[in-house]
């Protein structure tokens, strides 16, 4: 049995030895396609595989197509939009993630983009502190739970919406449930966002809710980029001087934005909220586990194309 490895954004060194490990002790080969840049190597290098473990990488109906031996598909992180679950389902192949692992390492990222921005992007000016604002904390998933660990530490006051998630949750973590997403926007000077890419939510963070932001706003985005409407972005940073913005998933009109608007927007160059060995070594392991786990005995936890 062969699990390929599909990583155009690599792991670290130590992930990837650690997931040839658990799949070498389960007598598991390991296929590794790191850094490709032409959809064919991977259509190539999946044609064999019973197991595919990838990150954002694109898997779709033509992926499942190739891989006539595929049976697990384990995205090693949280979100799998990038996973055709439909064209997955319809080949009867199981389709997982790893919930949580890679969410503190996405969570210290939304504090050192917000302090970049607040700071001035360290320009030699007077910038802002964190202790005492308000922060609005959009769904409380395993990201924002961090967010809210992490923001106690630096005083903040804490809000948060999730209408999947019980008031008490949030609670029990000192952080306030509000009762509507406008109530957040309205209330928070910083927002961070960690809903998914769904079609409920794509373009959803649009004029009339950035707008709702008190003065000084700085929305972090390091969910997803398509959850942000980009016309309407560019309009409220327009109409408003004290907005900015921050995002560790650029949005495609990110060039024009930064030369339009300067240092009230900041972009990272690549996605890279769960880049770090730490989350690596957590989400490559844990899939690693999860494949291994299905490929012997069937387990399916984890599953999201039920
Ligand atoms: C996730 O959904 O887990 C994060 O967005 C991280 O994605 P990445 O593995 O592509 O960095």
Redesign the pocket.
Known sequence: MKVLVATE?PFATVAVNGIKEVLDAAGIEMALLEKYTAKADLLKAVEDADGLIV??DIVDAEVLDAAKKLKIIVR????YDNIDLNAATAKGVCVMNTPGQ?SNA?AELVFGMTILMIRNHFNGTSGTELKGKKLGIHAYGQVGRNVARIAKGFGMELYAFDPYCPNEVMEKDGVKPVASVEELYRTCQFVSLHIPATAETKQSINHALMSLMPKGAVLINTARKEVIHEEDLARVLEERADFRYVADVAPANAAALTEKFGDRVFFTPK?M???TAEANIN?GIAAARQSVGFLKEGIDRFRVNK
């Open positions: 954004k990150r954002s090693a992180g949280a979100g890679n996405v996605k909220g769960a880049q989400a």
